[in-house]
């Protein structure tokens, strides 16, 4: 039976940094609001959010990252100032380009901030208590409740031709991938009209080979015309009759007139080729704006970020619990 421990975030501030009064890392107390801060700085950048406050009020405080500083007094996780530091900055100069090596990046730089202690088949209530480079807490069966106990659980690293799972069945996520330079492709057809649960995994093809899916490709390309194609950067050459898009960077398009890629269209402007600034959807060849915090979504397309909508307004979940051994607390006098 799961034990359900309560907190509130603010025992954040009952604790300052890890490190001296002259270390120039980042103080724990401040890590996940100036996380938050990058991130939105980031999503501006590359055409996820139209503007900072509009991304600050649909982007929600990483729980795992609560959850994380408010174990290292617990010692469930360990913190690194400078190493929050230079993931911040990462954050603040990262490209936009969709690939892998650009998610492993922020990935890698990020693990070394909060590094968790609790070892695999252990109880856990967020990724960032698990120790090891690539592992999370599987809360299977929680349902999306929060502070609901989890498992640590280590993330495999398949190689070629090894089996890899397609879809999770009945398991909060999975916790095995084929390497990077590999993808799980699926087997040929059974005819029983259900998808198959289990692939093979099968080398990405290269600029030119036969592809019948994106992640057939490489890093950085892309299967169209049922072949891989290299994405183009910022005003580079690119293949505008591509409908799948040959422009790496995730707010570029390719422009019909000069074949160069170029910055995608925003809210109120044609659609091309149906793409738009990640910000918008393409509604009747037009960029439509997805609505932000506080606005009606009723007809429309998907709310902004984190956002949900909620009686047909976008609304975002502010309240963070850190959870800690022990029941949940009473309600504030007066509610």
């Known amino acids: 039976m799961n034990r359900v421990l309560w907190g509130s975030l603010a025992l954040l501030v009952t604790f300052a940094g890890c490190g001296e009064e002259d270390d120039p890392g980042v103080e724990a107390i401040d890590y996940a609001q100036q996380e938050r801060d990058a991130i939105c700085d980031y999503r501006v950048r590359c055409g996820f959010s139209t503007d ?40 603040e100069e990262a490209g936009c380009e969709a690939t892998i090596a650009n998610a492993r990046e922020l990935e890698a730089a990020s693990a070394e901030v909060l590094q968790g202690s609790i070892a695999a088949g252990d109880p856990c209530f967020a990724d960032t208590e698990c120790a090891g480079e690539r592992s999370i807490c599987d809360q299977t069966g929680c349902g999306g409740q929060i502070c609901c106990e989890g498992t640590c659980a280590e993330i495999q690293t398949l190689s070629l031709g090894s089996a890899c799972p397609l879809f999770p069945i009945d ?86 007139g000069s074949s160069t890629c170029v910055d995608a269209p925003g809210d109120g402007q044609p659609c091309v080729f149906g793409e738009c600034m990640p910000y918008a959807s393409c509604v009747e060849d037009v960029c439509v704006r997805r609505p932000a915090q506080g606005e009606s979504c009723e007809g429309t397309p998907p709310c902004q970020g984190n956002l949900q909508c909620r009686d047909g307004i976008c609304e975002l979940e502010t309240v963070v619990f850190v959870c800690l051994e022990g029941e949940p607390p009473p309600p504030p006098e007066g509610e």
């Open 52 to 91: 900072r406050d509009a991304c600050l009020g649909s982007v929600e405080r990483s729980r795992a990252t609560i959850q994380a500083i408010g174990g290292i007094d617990s010692e469930r996780v360990d913190y690194d100032p400078q190493a929050a530091l230079a993931y911040i900055e990462l954050l």
């Open 171 to 256: 398991v909060d996520r999975l916790t095995a991938f084929c390497e990077d330079t590999a993808y799980c492709a699926p087997p040929p057809d059974d005819g029983s009209g259900e998808p198959p649960a289990m692939g093979t995994c099968q080398p990405r093809a290269d600029n030119g080979e036969p592809c019948d899916r994106n992640e057939a490709c490489l890093d950085g390309q892309r299967c169209a015309m049922e072949q891989c194609f290299v994405l183009s950067t910022a005003g580079q050459p690119c293949n505008p009759t591509l409908t799948t898009g040959s422009c790496v960077e995730a707010n570029q398009v390719c422009d019909m």
